[in-house]
């Protein structure tokens, strides 16, 4: 693979600082304030070298949710005047239909004739064909491979989330479990480990360890907080006091987690159990699925807005799932739901998915940049490994996209490559489009070496 990286110029490497709050034992990274010095006169000194969107960064996230959606209740249309009309289960993103890509028909051409699950999903992002039995062989991720580019720019590389467990041993099929459980590969032998407890992913993102973990990470900077309250134009002030309300939100919820995890270790320490063996509640993670993934999307939020990261990756639920969902009056588990994917009860599955990369979205677009929002500088993808569970029919794949990547991605359109030959409606060659809008231009990725028309 050819693979030409730009060399960071002047402007970009002056835009990839950010301003810090630092306590004891923290650095909580501040969303964009234009009226701080440093960052006004960058602005200033810039205005003439770039437009106003490269003064911001592209972020690039995935969303996924295994066993496909509701085939009879996933499409959009535009209609008269150029509106988008929604399905029930794509109504939860109606707000935001200027600023989405509903697209149909795209398909990944290596995950076809292998077989069910794992064989359909271990090569989402990376289009490359997997290797059955005792040797996991996947393929560098386009998540991975953004953040390969773009990655040395911010302290985290990426941010790799998921809200259900890995599974180990085989599927029938003769491929790892593994496939099922991992998205995002940091090369073809390795995927990415998934972070599923929402203390650590907090933790991580404000650098926070040790002992302080029990004491507020609002407590340790408030004191800077004030004084930079105090410097900062009423508008940037707004701004300042809704992240760290935000902030002060997610680490209440974060705090109970914690004492629930540790709680949970010393469980499994008495039973001689290991921890991700046990199930949830009791492995330490949130009963309640809701909760677990809204606070998910806004630590990724958070990563996005402070730019203490450009990528991440979010397994709502993965392939093979065992999740249940009592709050939709759902009895059977995720994958056996899916089985009967035409049915009501997995209608409200997929649109609860579905709700939750909508309010990542919407989070994202509450967020002031500029003249636009921290979402008009993003890329979300929403994303299943096949159509329709009953079938296990990955001829196609649900993919939406949210953001318009700094206006370098139209938005506002429905994408029907259905009618398409194979060559011409391969994901991978959505990828290209993507990664080539961040700069990162490569002769092919997995199967596919021209980009997908119409993008």
Known sequence: MNHRKKSASPLDRRFSRRAFLRGVGVTMALPWLESLPGMKLLASASAAEAPAAALFPTRFGVVFMG????????????????????????????????????????????????????????????????????????????????????????????????????????????????????????????????????????????????????????????????????????????????????VRDVERSIERMRADKDKAETRAQAQGKPLLAMKRPDNGMPEDLREHARLMCDIVALGFQTDKTRVASLILARDLSSLYYPFLDVHEAHHSSSHNDTSESYERISRFHLSQFAYLAQRLDEMPEGEGTVLDHSCLMFMSNMFSGTKHDNRKVPVITAGGMGGRLKTGRVLDYSDHCDEDRKLCSLYLGLMDRVDLRLDHFGDADTRLAAL
């Open 67 to 246: 066993c496909g959606v509701n085939p009879n209740h996933w499409w959009a249309k535009k209609i008269e005047g150029g509106e988008m009309e929604l399905s029930k289960s794509l109504a939860p993103l109606s707000p935001l239909t200027a600023k989405i890509n509903v697209i149909d028909g795209l398909f990944n051409k290596q995950a076809t004739g292998q077989g069910i699950h794992p064989g359909q999903t271990g090569n989402l992002l990376s289009g490359v064909p997997l290797q059955r039995g005792a040797v996991i062989h996947s393929g560098t991720s386009v998540d991975q491979m953004i953040a390969n580019h773009i990655g040395q720019d911010t302290l985290q590389s990426s941010m790799v989330l998921a809200c259900e467990q890995p599974m180990t041993g085989y599927h029938e099929s003769n491929f790892s479990n593994a496939y099922s459980s991992h998205i995002s590969w940091q090369n073809a032998d390795s995927p990415m480990p998934n972070e599923m407890y929402p203390s650590l992913a907090f933790d991580s993102l404000f650098e926070n360890s040790g002992s302080l973990r029990n004491i507020s990470v609002l407590d340790r900077v408030k004191d800077r907080a004030a004084k930079l309250s105090r410097q900062i134009s009423s508008t940037d002030k707004e701004k300042l006091d809704e992240y760290l309300g935000s």
